[in-house]
């Protein structure tokens, strides 16, 4: 029986290679049981795979099979107006497997289902995987990888279910063991397994560090072929006294320098010598058996010999010359082609080319060889050997056989000399050993076999490196992502989600196209209680959006509001420093289709808008029909170069379920190519959400939107503060009725409807989460005094009054707020003027059931302000009742005239001191004005003595020009 058959078959760990796929049942009463699954047995005659090198079990052994587990899923269905019934909408089966793949010890790189790439690990299972997530075929409840090290003993999930002293350990088997999710179907996803295994008997590690391992991932054929003569096992089992070691690690040397790796993966019985064989051609050697010392040995057939060195033969030590030929043109070839397969090209079948022109012109046609090299993955090492295939097959060789006396007997396989022939015209032509025969004891004759060598010949140059070919992969490998958008989805965004509108937690995420060859991103999520990064190995597959992410940056300062005073802007908006973006990628469509979505900014601090039209320039892309501050947000002010990310051009809603207390969310991409990815530790940290930073998007209230002041809209430019409103008594307006008056349109937050909102953005779907809408609205009024510091004014709170029209009537639903003047010099203190810039902020917020939520986004308005106070030279401040004020210096001879926006109450009256000497009245009880004599130079401090239910206002003004004023505290 051949060796090799004999040391391979295993039979007791032996099975079919594939899962062969039962179609699927129609039935939905019924599950599969585990007859259906037609799972493979274990065959005797199959043997277990030897593997050298790194290679993709692609039919891996399926030595056990049990553990069945059918859950169901059901649906409660509406029978009548008033009744319903459960249905089975389907099944989600379980199942383990052992997988044996492969002899010796392997390092698992990648598991691939269905061809697709999981890492090393598969995800775990999640309860949600059978029902809502297609594409998620596998989830693991148990699993585990078993290197074939020989120290495995046996498994405890297997012995849980066959009995402990039945299952061995297979120690020298790389295994994978897995219980866990494997459909909804019985059809079983097809399982691989990417393993590695670099023998290293020559312990080149050691001898020549590196040299054990070519390209990262290919074995040095001189181990491979070492370990098939000695192993004892499997092998031949040559002892490595036979073997001349020294030899054979300088052999390995020079292939790792020549970058000559090798992978093969045998899954069939072969014979010792074919492989052997294989492995000398592949780094052209020759493999032979020393006389002289009783060692096997190697010779690498290489261009290191000076040919005045060489033995010489001719008439003087040749016996006879048996024969002499020279090959003609017309039996060489011009072209070659390798066969190999590709690791970079995730190990599909393709070529490397070589052509001789010159052999081309002189035959006047193309002739071709084809050569295969199983044990070649590299493309660069593939280029190599195809270029040498033809260097041997296009120059027309001479060979011949001739017999010599006994000094033939330093000859090998494989070594050179030099040949001369008078009678033939040949002198010291160098050829190269391909066999001998030694010939018998009562012979003292040896018969030559040679070929002339090749690097003698006039085409030597074709066997360097292949010249520069300008070919480039086109399967580049992909960088992982640097740049990603992360944001919490706005409900519309929820309700319009086909794969699960009623999970209103949910994420929107976006890559922006890495460089190299990446072709796609898929995410990958896990969540927290706490806000700390899960390890990597807490992360699980959730979706491949189906395009990268586009954004550009604002061309030109957007402002707020322009000249409109409706939702619809008026102007264009136009992006530069685009993102890989073609007229052929848009999508857009009318505001009701919700199809050209983009947002302004980063993070929470965004502007949502809609463009109904969007047009490529020259660098540029050009937005119209915009739609400014749709969802919960409000349009504001944005710089130049403002990023935008266009939501509708790439990105998706994630399909990952957020639990209630796991507020804290980690993302991470892994970039694709067509054959490569790259992993998740690539992208450090990942990106982060926290969901308790800000209320639930699916909870908060919608922005006001539009503010006017004094019923001009927008306005923004010397905005009076002493306009009086009457606000204190409504019979006459006064100093103390000084304010600004703030109108904004207030945004319903469509409890029971979210037909039209005020955009006029329709949507059909309800939701029984909207409840009646009774939004709250505060008001911040911010003073920015020089510095720059900024001040705020007592927030002013209301709640909506007015019923909300459907559709919504913005002019008909304004909320008002006065902002006064006396709250303004209240908050400023003594001695500080009223500044020219302000701010207006407007807090949405709402309390639908018994949390109160709170809008993210503000509505942000500055402007500048003017008042006759800003003037002012004696600024008391607020005063509080029966409190000295600030002391302050009056700076003119004379009289000093005092008024009040009201009568002192009664029993009340206004005081002043000057200089330390008793506070002396000023204003009596009932009395709005009096007058004080002041010396230029004075201290005056003041006081009151009884506080009305309101503020009142204080003018002071002087003799000639000095004026000020103050507010009596209510």
Not at 209 to 231: F, K, M, W
Not at 341 to 359: G, H, I, M, P, W
Not at 623 to 631: I, P
Not at 707 to 727: F, M, Q, R, W
Request: with cysteine; charged share 20%.
């Amino acid at each position: 029986m051949p060796w090799w058959l004999t040391v391979l078959i295993f039979a007791a760990t032996t099975v079919l290679a594939e899962l062969l796929r039962p179609k699927v049942s129609q039935e939905r009463d019924r599950p599969a049981g585990l007859g259906d699954f037609k799972f493979p047995t274990a065959t005797e005659g199959r043997p277990v795979p030897l593997l050298w090198g790194t290679a993709v079990v692609d039919g891996p052994n399926v030595i056990w099979y049990g553990d069945l587990e059918v859950q169901t899923d059901k649906k409660e269905v509406s029978t009548g107006l008033f009744s319903s019934t459960e249905i089975i909408t389907g099944y989600r089966y379980f199942v383990g497997m052992h997988f044996a793949i492969c002899r010796g010890q392997a390092t698992l790189k990648d598991i691939l289902i269905e061809k697709k790439s999981q890492g090393t690990t598969l995800p775990v299972y999640y309860a949600w995987y059978g029902s809502i997530l297609a594409e998620k075929l596998i989830g693991a409840r148990y699993q585990q990888y078993l290197s074939g090290d020989g120290t495995h003993t046996a498994n405890s999930y297997l012995s849980g279910q066959l009995s402990p002293a039945v299952v061995p350990g297979y120690r020298d088997i790389a295994q994978f063991i897995f219980e866990g999710f494997v459909g909804t179907s019985p059809n079983v996803p097809k399982f691989a397994f990417k393993v590695e295994r670099i023998p290293d008997p020559l312990n080149m590690a050691v001898e020549d560090p590196g040299a054990q391992r070519i390209d990262t991932t290919e074995a040095n054929p001189v181990n491979v072929l070492y370990e098939i003569l000695t192993d004892t096992d499997w092998g031949l089992g040559i002892p490595t006294a036979e073997i001349d070691i020294t030899n054979f690690r300088t052999a390995a040397s020079t292939v790792a320098d020549e970058g000559n790796g090798f992978s093969l993966l045998l899954d069939q019985e072969n014979e010792a010598d074919k492989i052997i064989t294989e492995l000398l051609r592949q780094i052209d050697a020759s493999l032979y058996y020393d006389r002289s010392d009783g060692l096997w040995k190697l010779i690498l057939i290489r261009d290191d010999y000076t040919p005045a060195s060489l033995p010489l033969y001719d008439e003087s030590n040749t016996v006879e010359l048996v024969e002499y030929a020279k090959t003609s043109w017309t039996n060489t070839a011009n072209q070659a082609r390798l066969r190999f397969f590709d690791k970079s090209d995730d190990y599909k079948e393709t070529f490397a080319f070589a052509q001789d022109l010159a052999n081309t012109e002189i035959q006047g046609a193309n002739v071709s060889s084809e050569v295969s090299y199983p044990g070649v993955k590299m493309r660069t090492l593939a280029n190599k050997l195809v270029w040498r295939e033809l260097g041997t097959s296009s120059y027309p060789l001479a060979k011949h056989t001739m017999k010599v006396n006994r000094s033939g007997f330093d000859l090998v396989p494989g070594s050179v000399y030099r040949w001369s022939w008078g009678a033939l015209g040949i002198s010291e032509k160098v050829m190269r050993v391909t066999k001998l025969d030694y010939g018998t004891l009562n012979s003292g004759l040896v018969t030559v076999y040679s070929v002339e060598d090749i690097f003698t010949t006039p085409n030597t140059g074709v066997f360097g490196d292949p010249s520069n070919t300008d070919w480039t992969d086109p399967d580049v490998a992909p960088v992982a992502a640097t740049t990603t958008v992360l944001l919490e989805a706005p409900l519309k965004f929820v309700f319009r989600d086909a794969y699960d509108p009623t999970q209103t937690k949910r994420l929107w995420y976006g890559v922006v196209k890495p460089s190299g060859g990446t072709v796609e991103a898929d995410a990958w999520t896990a969540f927290n209680t706490v806000a700390s990064q899960p390890a990597d190995g807490s992360f699980s597959y959730d979706s491949t959006p189906t395009r990268f992410v586009k954004r550009g940056t604002l061309n030109a300062a957007l402002d707020a509001y322009g000249s409109s005073i409706i939702q619809l802007w008026n102007g264009t908006i136009t992006l530069d420093d685009l993102d890989d973006l073609s007229e052929s990628g848009l999508t857009y469509g009318s505001v009701d289709s919700l199809k050209g979505i983009a947002a302004i900014g980063s993070g929470n601090d965004i502007e949502y808008i809609i463009y109904e039209i969007a047009t490529v320039g020259t660098n540029q892309l050009v937005l119209d029909n915009v739609y400014r501050g749709v969802f919960h947000t409000t349009s504001r002010d944005w710089p130049s170069g403002t990023t935008v990310t266009l939501l509708s051009q790439g990105g998706a809603l994630l399909k990952s379920f957020i639990a209630e207390n796991q507020d804290h969310a980690y993302v991470k991409p892994i970039s694709r190519s067509r054959s490569q990815a790259t992993e998740l530790s690539d992208y450090q940290p990942a990106d982060y959400y926290n969901f308790t930073s800000v209320d639930d998007l699916q909870y908060v209230p919608s922005a006001a939107q539009h503010p006017y002041l004094h019923g001009t809209h927008a306005d923004d430019t010397n905005v009076s503060v002493d306009t009086k409103y009457g606000l204190v008594d409504i019979s006459f307006s006064n100093e103390a009725g000084a304010a600004i008056k703030l109108e904004v349109e207030a945004r319903d937050w469509k409890a029971d409807n979210l037909g039209i909102d005020y955009n006029g953005i329709s949507d059909s779907v309800s939701y029984a989460l909207w409840k009646a809408d009774d939004p709250l609205y505060d008001v911040d009024f911010i003073l920015i005094k020089p510095g720059p510091t900024e001040v705020t004014v007592a927030r002013n709170a209301w709640t909506e009054d007015i019923t909300m029209e459907d559709p919504y009537n913005p002019s008909n639903d304004r909320i008002v707020a006065y902002i006064k003047r006396t709250e303004m010099i209240k908050i400023l203190g003594p001695n500080t003027a009223i500044p020219s810039n302000a701010r207006i902020e407007v807090i949405s917020k709402h309390t639908p059931d018994t949390t109160e939520y709170v809008c993210p986004q503000k509505l942000v308005h500055d402007l500048t302000i003017t008042s006759s106070l800003q003037s002012a030279d004696l600024i008391f401040g607020g005063i509080p009742v029966n409190t000295d004020s600030t002391t302050i210096q009056f700076n003119e001879t004379g009289n000093y005239s005092f008024q009040t926006s009201h009568v002192m109450p009664s029993g009340g009256v206004l005081q002043a001191d000057k200089n330390g000497g008793g506070f002396n009245t000023v204003i009596s009880t009932g009395q709005a004005s009096g007058t004080l004599a002041v010396t230029s130079g004075d201290d005056v401090t003041l006081k009151f003595t009884v506080a009305e239910s309101y503020d009142i206002h204080l003018d002071i003004t002087g003799p000639t020009a000095e004026f000020g004023y103050a507010v009596l505290e209510a």
